[in-house]
């Protein structure tokens, strides 16, 4: 019977501290909430309910979606421009050094163009990385 006693002691106290920990976690949660603060003046601004803060949410989320994916385009687009441009330098590369039909280029003027689109094609590559994956 002691043995009860003392049981039914403890789980009202277990159960008064339960409920005072809920409380007390209940009233930080108002004190951090916008819509539970207390308004300084009529002019400030509306409480926010929950579903607006979800509605801000997705649209945070949507628009880093979509930044993604428009870099993932960007980045798409720039490396078959810069792999077409590479292509036709290795086309004149192959009818310079064979000198097939009329195709002929003084070797100051190849060299020339073949080291200044080789310089654009890593600059262009590095603008784009720096521009598109900035540092945070």
Known sequence: MVDRQRER????????QLQQTISE???????DDVQFAP?????SLPPVTLDEKIRRQQIENDNIE???????TTLRILFYFLTAETIVIFTLAFFQG???GEFHLE???????IAG????????LIIAVKNLFPSK
């Open 9 to 16: 002691a403890a789980t009202k106290r277990a159960v008064k």
């Open 25 to 31: 976690a209940r009233a930080e949660l108002r004190a």
């Open 39 to 43: 308004h300084s003046s009529p002019t």
């Open 66 to 72: 979509k930044d993604q994916r428009l870099k993932e």
């Open 98 to 100: 064979f000198q097939t």
């Open 107 to 113: 070797e100051w003027s190849f060299r020339l163009v």
């Open 117 to 124: 689109t080789l310089s654009q094609i890593a600059a262009m």
